[in-house]
Structures are given as C-alpha cells and as structure tokens.
C-alpha cells in the first residue's frame, strides 16, 4: 500500500508540477508536496471559516462571537497561499526568508488567537471546541510544515535571505 502511494505521489508530482527549465527541479519531491498541501488547506480552511461566520446569521446554525481581527489574519493567510498557487502554476516557488518569516508569523498568529478564544468563549457557547478544534489541528499542521521547510532549506542561517543549495 505505501508503494502504491509513493508511486501515486510520484506520478502526480511529475505530471502535474516537474518542469526541468524553471525552479522546481531545485527541490525535493516531498518539498513541493508539502507546500501544495498547505496551500489548499489555508484555501479551504479561509473558505470554512467565511462560511461558518456567515452561517452564524441563519437561525439553523450557531451563532460564534464576531473575530474581525482572526478574519483578517486568515484573509492574509488565504491570500498568501493563492499567491504560492499561482506561483506553482509558473513553476516557481518564493522561498525567501521574509516569505517564511510571515507565513509563520501569520499561522501562529491564527493558532494563538484561536486558543485564546476558545479560553474566552468555551464555557460560553457550547459547541465552539467542536467548531474551532480542527482548524487549530490544521493550522498547526501548516506551521509544522512551514518550519520544518524552513528548517531543511536552512532559510534563517544565511546571509542573503535565500535557501542554499546544501
């Protein structure tokens, strides 16, 4: 079974983002992956959210206390994975230390904010654990990978900004 998706990842990879004139051949397979990963999940994570608060205003869903500044925090990290989605599809990729530096920032920003309103707001409003836990999962998950790429791409221990070929 992990052969058959390796080989799936594989084929994937190759058909859909390898292209040896550009970028992409500077990176590691799982790299990429990763990185597509965490761009669809900020996607569908911004979508869920403008979506749950909008839902809150019809009588058949809970009504979530307003998170203006939470709303802003996840437009800017929506926005930056569409920015890295359009890049892919240029077969390029921005992995300068200010692009880390903010989408960390931005994703612990969203982990923390949603810690600390679940702190506030769960003995208030019953079902906000339940709402809120899978985005804190995944939010973590994206900061995870941020790191870690970040980490494997040594992008914090040059001088230029830029990743080095090790």
């Given at each position: ?26 990176y590691p ?37 307003a ?43 969203l982990?923390?904010?949603d ?9 208030h ?17 994206n ?12 992008l914090?221990?040059?001088?230029k ?6």
């Amino acid at each position: 079974m992990k052969e058959k998706i390796i080989r799936f990842l594989n084929q994937h990879t190759t058909r859909i983002v390898d292209d040896n004139n550009r970028k992409f051949k500077l990176y590691p397979k799982w790299l990429i992956w990763f990185i597509l990963f965490l761009s669809y999940n900020v996607l569908l994570q911004g979508i869920a959210d403008v979506l749950i608060k909008v839902s809150g205003y019809t009588p058949w869903f809970y009504a979530l206390p307003a998170r203006w500044d939470f709303l802003f925090l996840t437009g800017v990290s929506v926005l930056m994975g569409y920015q890295v989605l359009i890049g892919m599809r240029r077969r390029e990729l921005d992995v300068t230390r200010n692009s880390f530096a903010l989408g960390i920032l931005v994703e612990a920003g969203l982990v923390i904010s949603d810690v600390l309103h679940l702190i506030d707001y769960a003995s208030h409003h019953e079902y906000l654990l339940a709402i809120r836990m899978p985005f804190i999962v995944l939010t973590t998950i994206n900061l995870t990978i941020l790191v870690a790429i970040a980490r494997h791409l040594k992008l914090f221990r040059g001088r230029k900004g830029e990743f080095e070929l090790a």
